[in-house]
């Protein structure tokens, strides 16, 4: 890679980081006000983007041991965030699932974050919308090439 290419690609992305981070605040916020904690905002939209998901496929999707996931669910459980409900087709497999007010939470975390985007981006022409978003789905097929879990609901 030549100097120039490594520059302008370490800008970018400089520039994309303090991009996301605009949305820290938002998020912070409403994780705040809902007593919910990153390891467990990350779990609450793991099994709203894969309903039925053990902990096991949890953990391994989340890059954390099982033990650590099953604390963390445990947790969600008993704020009424999460169930867990027995595999029909096999009793020892348990699955998580999002109860309504798991989907309310998420739900309210994305409303959010969309709004605040949504806000930001309308400084944009439609112009640069359009070529923010095929610059941005370039991005996302890159790590989804690269097998990197995308965080969905934001």
Do not use: C, N, Y
Not at 4 to 18: D, M, P, S
Not at 45 to 62: K, W
Not at 76 to 105: C, F, I, K, N
Not at 117 to 134: I, K, N, P, Y
Request: proline share 4%; glycine share 6%; net charge negative.
């Amino acid at each position: 890679m030549d100097g120039q290419r490594e520059t302008l690609l370490q800008e970018t992305a400089t520039l994309f980081a303090r991009a996301a981070r605009v949305l820290d605040p938002v998020r912070l916020h409403v994780w705040e006000s809902m007593g919910v904690t990153f390891p467990q905002l990350r779990i609450l939209f793991r099994v709203r983007a894969r309903p039925g998901i053990d902990v096991r496929g949890l953990a391994q999707d989340l890059g954390i041991s099982s033990s650590a996931a099953s604390q963390q669910v445990d947790k969600l459980v008993a704020r009424a965030l999460l169930s867990r409900v027995e595999d029909p087709e096999d009793r020892r497999h348990v699955r998580l699932t999002l109860t309504p007010d798991g989907e309310q939470a998420a739900g309210e975390i994305s409303r959010a974050t969309r709004s605040r985007v949504e806000r930001l981006l309308d400084a944009l022409s439609t112009q640069d919308l359009h070529t923010l978003g095929g610059l941005l789905d370039q991005v996302v097929a890159a790590a989804a090439a690269e097998d990197q879990p995308a965080v969905s609901g934001v």
